[in-house]
């Protein structure tokens, strides 16, 4: 089946650096996404990667390695209203988006 | 970037009423749109993926018949909810694809069913 894992919820304090890890067992692979998405919103694009390695935008960086199934979502600098849930999805090989179940991420002054 | 409305934000309505949520591309054309419904605290669970002209493909588990969904034109795609029940009451958003690897969401509509 297809699986998508990453932490539940975590917490980091204002200003400093945050690791949001995702794994994935999929049929496929079309690339992986992470999204933004605060309470009672709707989710926001972040980021996009379909190779490995590492996509640095602004304060938040994607990692990907497909052989070991493996992304991570790096936020530095950390400021209050990055407190959301963080949406990792995964492209399958029918270009359907398969999501896990996102984490929330509490940050503290 | 593209953007994607929904109306209406938020809805209130009685049990076994029907209730038709709008999602609107605004700026692009959209062959293919997808709904999604999500629960407090839970991750989006795709509904279904509405192609222009055709039927909808509903996920496992979905009932088609409860569950309708309209993509008339490249602009627009309707659900509605027939029979609404309280277990109904969620978040519902759609999405729109610009591509294959493009897609953007709507706002969101929260449903209440009393």
């Known amino acids: 089946g297809q699986n998508i894992d990453q932490p539940t919820e975590m917490t980091a304090t204002e200003g400093a650096i945050v690791q949001i890890n995702c794994t994935y067992q999929t049929s496929g692979f079309n690339g992986l996404f992470w999204y933004q998405q605060h309470a009672g919103e709707a989710p926001t694009f972040l980021s996009y990667n379909v190779l490995d390695g590492l996509e640095e935008k602004g304060r938040f960086s994607s990692f990907l390695s497909r052989s070991k199934g493996y992304s991570y979502l790096l936020l530095k600098e950390l400021q209050m209203k990055d407190s959301a849930s963080y949406l990792c999805a995964v492209m399958d090989s029918n270009y359907q988006l398969i999501w896990g179940a996102g984490t929330k991420l509490i940050i503290k002054p | 970037g593209a953007v994607v409305s929904q109306h209406p934000s938020w809805v209130i309505c009685k049990s076994g009423t029907s209730v038709k949520i709008e999602c609107r591309s605004l700026d692009f054309q959209a062959t293919t749109m997808f709904w999604y419904r999500q629960f407090p605290k839970q991750s989006l669970m795709l509904m279904a993926t509405?192609?222009?002209?055709?039927?909808?493909?509903?996920e496992q588990g979905v009932e088609k018949d409860k569950f309708l969904i309209n993509h008339a034109s490249l602009t627009l795609s309707t659900l509605t909810v027939t029979s609404a029940h309280p277990e109904d009451s969620s978040f519902y958003i759609c999405s729109a694809r610009t591509s294959e690897y493009e897609q953007y969401f709507g706002p969101g509509t929260r449903l209440t069913v009393t």
């Open positions: 509405s192609n222009e002209g055709s039927k909808a493909t509903y």
